[in-house]
């Protein structure tokens, strides 16, 4: 019955977005404003509509109804419960239902927070999130029913994929389809921006703390994958420049664009059709990341040949939106009134750069992904683009682009002087260059790039909290003149700072574990001990074990350091029952100075000694670190957009300009 | 994130095929560190071709230990980087390349980061000089009726 009741809401919701859509352009097509006032409660009620069928969803999955095929594809009665519920958005149908969830409560957001946006918006707004809504529900439906019932029902389930039963998976998904599926929100405020020919100051305010919070998710969303792949796939990497992993980064590196483009436009009413041209661009690469992960079109052509159904209407999805959103954008753009002029070296000018630099990576990571499929569709040639390409595309043009970041926040905005800037990062250049020669030193023989990352890291750090010190003037200024500038300064200012400083913290992590990991491959018996990076290890004995759901091999390992034992590792190899696959589960030891990462190979044939790999993985924690900081900087930003939103008494004055805010 | 992201389950199945990763194994290990370390290097610039975006370097895959093999055969019998990977996609063909050749096939992507750095470049610059054109010209000289009109407005007669 809780199956039909879910299946029910599905088809529901598809009505009520027809509905939501349907209302604002039956409004448009008769010049009645009657019919909008439908759009606010129709996506309030899709939204609960879809929350109840996924709810239904799961708790399929909780009691292990079989009779659902995709609780029977995808669940196993003996799976722990959080894998259970996991195991409901772990396939191909559950976590497109959760897609739609993710569009309908944003959607539900502007519906219900959105009463101080003008009416006429707010209703074009939905109309847009909805008609989203209605090709996703009709792709679930007619392609891809999680809800679909199998009869016999069979006694027991296939199981989930052992390697996606891990907590950071478990809630990986949800984050990345939130910063996903929450650019569909700059998407439709640009397509109803476009649609009402005019555009201001007030839209970026409004599109700026939705994409923001959708890069948030995105951010932490990717770092939770990577970290995920790190110490699960079982060898030390963390970024393998995966097609998948392109797809999610495309749109977080636009996403980014986006984000400073946004703020360009919202304190001083420039760049407007670019940041339109952006939200759009920014939302039709998350539509095609969906499109290269769930159509089967990137493990080969063909694949995607035998079974077109959904590749081919994910694809028309694609087409739909990202064809209609540049062509409403070619037609209407040329009557959006330019705004307010700068100088190339200005704080403008500088985000300007940002964006040139962030869209360019963001092209090469969609060149390199796809370009293999378009030769081998054109020439019938394959190819292959690998990490190598990737890095040696990427690797310089971010260089370039963290190298000048520092200088941004310090022009001012309209007209700016470059020496001024740099006179204020001088010392942070400083601390740089000295970083890179330390570096060089403690690590004889590293290459001049690892002396650079290392000293980029510093130099973002430093550059960001030079910026910071310069607004409270730190040095200059009494101790109470400083805690006062610092309580006065804006959050969103202090966001970008914080945010500033993960990504040097996370380049230190990336240029060191990339630079200085070390690796030792050797077979090992019982009793064995060797000496590893400054560690000693020391094989004790391998033993067996039972899971709840699999059967373990593991090692017995001591780690010391100078003698002294610092903990025991227990790598281990995994034999899960159903379905019947192995894993291998790393066991690491982290520290500040960095990862000691412990794996168990294969046995000799013999039997007399096990393959044993360890790594050191210097700094590898400040990836993640970094990711989190970044995150964390995002949300000081927020919290400062949405108390000026909150305030309608506040709003109804003009806009004061904020002095040198970022 | 590797095989993961949203959870495609084929890819998924494909990298399991390939398993998690044990890859290099001991005793394929050449004694000599230097020519080891080259080993590794060239490995990883060569596709695993029954695994999903894997190289042999990483993957375990049967044929992958088989090409690592002849990835050091090949060293020991004296053949440099390049004589290696020669001799690699002779038998393999380009696909087997993660970073691909320069060809006229491939020249659009190695270029392409080029040239729209530059394309770009070149739309932020026009967007600057424009407005600063406007802004540098002077206003043209009033007409005589304007002049009057002013004059007029001050009340200067």
């Given at each position: 019955m809780i199956v039909e009741i879910g299946h029910f809401a599905l088809i529901l919701a598809f009505a009520v977005a027809c509905l939501q859509t349907g209302s604002v352009a039956w409004s448009m097509w008769s010049g009645d404003d009657e019919p909008r006032g439908i759009a606010a409660p129709a996506a309030l009620a899709q939204c609960a509509l879809l929350a109840l069928s996924f709810w239904a969803l799961i708790w399929c999955y909780v009691v292990s109804d079989f009779s659902v095929q995709n609780v029977f594809a995808n669940s196993h009665a003996d799976k722990p419960l959080i894998y259970k519920i996991s195991g409901a958005w772990g396939n191909h149908e559950g976590s497109m239902l959760l897609w739609v969830l993710i569009l309908a409560i944003f959607g539900a957001a502007v519906a219900a927070f959105g009463n101080n946006l003008p009416a006429r918006l707010k209703s074009n707004v939905l109309a847009v999130q909805g008609s989203i809504g209605i090709a996703f529900l009709a792709f679930i439906i007619v392609t891809s029913n999680p809800f679909t019932r199998i009869w016999p029902a069979p006694f027991e389930g296939q199981g989930l994929n052992p390697i996606l039963q891990d907590p950071a998976l478990a809630i990986h998904p949800p984050l990345l389809y939130t910063g996903y599926v929450g650019f569909s929100m700059a998407f439709s405020f640009a397509i109803a921006a476009l649609m009402e020919g005019h555009i201001g100051a007030a839209w970026a305010r409004w599109v700026r703390p939705w994409t923001l919070a959708a890069w948030m998710f995105l951010t932490v969303g990717i770092a939770m994958g990577s970290w995920w792949a790190y110490y699960e796939l079982g060898w030390g990497g963390w970024w393998f420049w995966d097609p998948v992993e392109n797809a999610s980064f495309m749109p977080w590196l636009a996403g980014t664009a986006l984000l400073h483009s946004a703020v360009v436009m919202e304190k001083r009413d420039a760049l407007k059709v670019w940041t339109i041209l952006l939200a759009i661009v920014t939302f039709a690469l998350s539509l095609m990341g969906t499109f290269l992960v769930r159509s089967g079109v990137l493990t080969s052509v063909h694949a995607f040949a035998v079974d077109p159904a959904r590749g081919v209407f994910i694809l028309a999805i694609l087409g739909i939106f990202t064809g209609g959103g540049l062509a409403l954008f070619a037609w209407r753009a040329p009557q959006l009134r330019q705004g307010a002029l700068f100088a190339p070296v200005s704080r403008e000018g500088s985000l300007v750069f940002n964006n040139l630099l962030l869209m360019t990576i963001c092209a090469a990571v969609l060149i390199g992904t796809l370009y293999p499929l378009a030769l081998e569709s054109i020439t019938g040639d394959k190819i292959s683009v690998g990490p190598p390409y990737f890095n040696s595309v990427f690797v310089p043009l971010t260089l370039i682009l963290l190298i000048t970041l520092p200088f941004g926040p310090l022009l001012p905005w309209k007209r700016g002087n470059l020496r001024e800037a740099a006179r204020r990062l001088s010392v942070a250049g400083a601390f740089a260059v000295t970083a890179g020669i330390v570096a060089l030193i403690l690590k004889p023989g590293s290459s001049m790039l690892a002396a650079l990352g290392i000293g980029v890291g510093v130099w973002l750090i430093m550059g960001a909290l030079s910026e910071t010190a310069f607004r409270v003037k730190a040095f200059a200024a009494p101790w109470p003149e400083v805690l006062r500038r610092l309580s006065g300064l804006p959050r969103s200012s202090i966001g970008g700072m914080i945010a500033h400083l993960g990504v040097g913290v996370a380049v230190l992590g990336i240029t060191a574990t990339s630079a200085w990991r070390v690796e030792h491959i050797q077979a090992m018996k019982p009793g064995d001990r060797i000496a590893f990076a400054g560690y000693e290890v020391l094989f004790e004995k391998v033993a067996a074990q039972q899971g709840p759901n699999y059967q373990e091999t593991f090692g017995d390992f001591e780690l010391s350091r100078g003698g002294k034992p610092i903990v025991e590792l227990a790598p281990s190899k995994r034999q899960y029952t159903a379905p019947p696959t192995g894993t291998s589960e790393a066991a690491i030891h982290a520290s500040w100075a960095g990862d000691f990462y412990l794996v168990m190979g294969d046995a000799a044939k013999d039997g007399s000694s096990v393959a044993v790999r360890m790594y050191f993985n210097p700094l590898v924690r400040l990836i993640w670190i970094g990711a989190v900081i970044m995150f964390i900087g995002g949300g000081v930003s927020l919290s400062d957009r949405r108390l000026r939103i909150g305030a309608p008494a506040r709003r109804r004055a003009p806009a004061e300009p904020v002095a040198g805010q970022a | 994130m590797r095989r993961g992201l949203p959870l495609s389950v084929l890819v998924l199945v494909l990298a399991l095929a390939c398993g998690p990763a044990r890859a290099v194994q001991p005793d394929e290990m050449l004694s000599d560190p230097a020519m080891e370390h080259k080993a590794r290097e060239i490995s990883a610039e060569l596709r695993c071709l029954v695994c999903q975006n894997q190289s042999i370097d990483d993957s375990d895959a049967p044929l992958a230990r088989d090409l690592r093999l002849i990835v050091r055969e090949r060293l020991k019998a004296g053949d440099d980087r390049a004589a290696v990977i020669d001799f690699v996609v002779a038998r393999?063909?380009?696909?087997?390349?993660?970073?691909?050749?320069?060809t006229a096939k491939t020249v659009l992507l190695w270029l392409a980061p080029l040239l729209l750095l530059i394309g770009g470049g070149f739309l932020a610059y026009r967007l600057f000089r424009r407005p600063r054109a406007e802004v540098m010209a002077a206003p043209a000289p009033l007409s005589d009726a304007e002049r009057e009109k002013l004059r007029g407005i001050l009340g200067k007669g």
């Open positions: - | 393999y063909g380009e696909f087997i390349l993660l970073r691909p050749r320069l």
